[in-house]
């Protein structure tokens, strides 16, 4: 795909859609990572003398127009991170929105509102497609958060401009998790946790044609021990996933591929801290008992794998990281990622969370800005968002 850097800018009104999504609370941003993570392409922008119109959703607000969902806390970070007061533009397209692109400079930058104050964005309406094309010579897509959305700022507005190419940040993504998933270095290993089998079955499929090593965490990990005929007692549990996870553990037998399950787990009467027991071997999970974190001689094994891989992809948390004394699993392979020379790839979300959380993301070799996105990625899918650019 081509990308700004293939070309020139200058004095051309550039849609440029970003992922500008960020976690607030009470108003605050209390992650600014993705503000942060577009600032390469505003400026190769703005350097270039293009009159920068950024477009983002927040949260989910239904098509309404929800003052909760403003991007009006993130222009006020985006003006610090730029050094210059940036105008939010109320409307994302028509009039309002015409009037503001005809006032701009090159060079200059404006923020139009949440694109998703407007139904038709999520349903992909050609009509507000159209109205965002209006606005704009070229498009770039830069919101790789958002890329696996075929949504009309995402998606529909390249099929209304001549010229639709990708930012640094959707570049530098594709570039490393395509890297890792094409020509891996080896030994490749990738760790896959979180609570549901049913959101990872796609990932875990793919990656067993690819890694050497599956690492297996969190609560979908029940499922598989339940599935090698252990008891779980109260653990999470998907019953209708057990033949799944059977198959799974067959595929990596046929490919090759070490598959690495908990040895041992911490055990709590109910979910909380106050009931908190203790490590238990995995053969010993009481059946009015639930496990909630990987024990300490499962993240030995773990950090021992790892420190013997050359690439690590990381998808979800071991354990309820959230809850101290059901985090040192999560944490221990977040440090054992750190302390290793493998290049370390954290799909973004909860994995990314918890890096942050334990104050280890600046160890790790590229974190990324999409949650959704990267696993669709990962499980081998086109992004509409990326598809809809033009090619070389
Ligand atoms: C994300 O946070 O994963 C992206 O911004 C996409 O948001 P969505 O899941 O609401 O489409």
Redesign the pocket.
């Known amino acids: 795909k081509k990308s700004i850097r293939d070309i020139d800018v200058k004095g051309k009104r550039v849609f440029t859609r970003v ?1 500008f ?1 960020v976690p607030l609370e009470d108003g605050k941003i209390t992650d600014d990572t ?1 503000i942060r993570a577009a600032l390469p392409t505003i400026k190769h922008l703005v350097d270039g003398g293009a009159k920068v119109i950024l477009a983002s ?1 927040m ?2 607000p239904k098509g309404e127009k929800n003052p909760e969902f403003s991007l009006a806390p993130v222009v006020a970070r985006l003006s610090e991170l730029l050094g210059k007061d940036i105008k939010l533009v109320e409307e994302a397209y028509g009039p309002v929105a015409e009037e503001a692109v005809s006032k701009l400079e090159e060079g200059e930058v404006i923020v139009l509102e949440n694109v ?1 104050f407007y139904p038709g964005e ?1 349903k992909n309406d050609p009509e507000l497609a159209e109205g965002f094309a209006k606005l704009a010579d070229i498009f770039v897509n830069d ?1 790789f ?2 890329a ?2 075929a ?1 009309a700022s995402t998606e529909g507005i390249a099929h209304h401009v001549e010229t639709a190419v990708a930012g640094l940040l959707i570049e530098k993504e594709l570039q490393v998790l395509g890297k890792a998933l094409s020509n891996p270095d080896r030994p490749f290993t990738a760790i896959i946790g979180g609570s549901k089998v049913a959101d990872k079955i796609g990932v875990i499929d793919h990656l067993l044609d690819i890694v050497d090593t599956l690492i297996i965490g969190g609560g979908l990990s029940y499922t598989f021990l339940k599935a090698q005929g252990y008891e779980v007692g109260t653990s999470l549990l998907e019953v209708d996933k057990i033949e799944q996870a059977k198959e799974f553990m067959k595929k990596a037998e046929d490919k090759g591929v070490k598959f690495l399950m908990p040895v041992d787990c911490i055990i709590t009467k109910e979910f909380g801290e106050e009931t908190y027991v203790g490590p238990r071997d995995i053969d010993s999970i009481p059946a009015d008992h639930m496990s909630l974190d990987i024990g300490p001689k499962t993240v030995e094994i773990y950090a021992e794998a790892i420190k013997n891989s050359k690439l690590v992809v990381w998808n979800g948390p071991m354990g309820v990281f959230e809850l101290d004394k059901y985090a040192n699993g999560t944490k221990g392979v977040a440090q054992a990622l750190a302390d290793s020379d493998a290049y370390s790839i954290i799909g ?2 909860d994995s990314a969370a918890a890096a942050e959380k334990f104050g280890l993301a600046d160890k790790m070799s590229h974190i990324s800005t ?4 990267s696993l669709e990625f990962m499980e081998g899918k086109a992004l509409p968002g990326v598809e809809a650019l033009n090619d070389k």
């Open positions: 992922d999504n993705r959703h949260g989910r998703r999520t919101a958060g958002a696996h959305r949504h973004g979300g999409g949650g959704g996105a």
